[in-house]
C-alpha cells in the first residue's frame, strides 16, 4: 500500500498500518486495532504461506513445527504492540477492537472519524456498507483449533495482561476472546 511507506506524519494518509515498526509512532495519534490473538496468528499463518489474502490452506499446516515455532513469537509480538501502543506513546490512542468493527463496521468508522477530527462522508460510508463482502476476503474459514495447552495458556495470560492495562488506562475491556477457536 502506498499510504504504508509515507511517513505517519507528512499529512498525506489518515492512518497507516505499521504493526508498531515506525520509531515515530510516539508522536502522533494512533488507532490501535486489537484482535483476538487465537485468530489473528491463523490468519497470518494463512497469509504466510499462501501470500494470498483470499487463498485457504490446509488445516494440516497448523499441525506442523512451522506453525507451532511462530506462535510464542507472534505472541510476543502481539503483547509488545498492545503494550508499546497504550504505555509508550506521548499521542492520543483510539482503541479499536477488530470483532466490533465486524460486527459494527459503521459505527466504528465513525468513532475513528471522530478521533482524527475527519468529518463524516455519508457517500464514502455507504461505499464501505456495499464493500463489506466480496472477492477480495478469504471464504471458508471454519472454527477449529491448532494450539496446544500450552500455547492456549500462554495466549489467556497474554490476554488478561493486556485486558488489564487497557482497563486501568479507562478503555473499555477486550470482548470475550475464545483461545480455543
Sequence with gaps: MI????????????????????????????????????????????LRVTHSKVTQISYQLFNTSKFHQLVPKLLKTWEMVAMNSLLKKNAPVHLVYYERLKEDPISTLRG??????VPEDER????????????????????????????????TQAVKRVNQTVQLLGYQPLPHYSIIT
Design 112 to 117: 475513528i472519524l471522530a478521533f482524527l477530527g
Design 124 to 155: 464514502r460510508l455507504n461505499c464501505t456498507r456495499t464493500h463489506l463482502k466480496g472477492p477480495y476476503k478469504r471464504e471458508g474459514n471454519r472454527e477449529f483449533n491448532p494450539y496446544t495447552t500450552e500455547e492456549q495458556l500462554l495466549m
Design 3 to 46: 499510504g504504508e511507506l509515507a511517513k505517519p506524519d507528512d499529512g498525506r494518509t489518515l492512518v497507516q498500518k505499521t504493526h508498531g515498526k515506525s520509531s515515530k509512532l510516539a508522536i502522533v495519534p494512533a488507532v490501535l486495532l486489537i484482535r483476538n490473538p487465537a485468530k489473528a496468528f491463523i490468519s497470518w499463518f494463512k
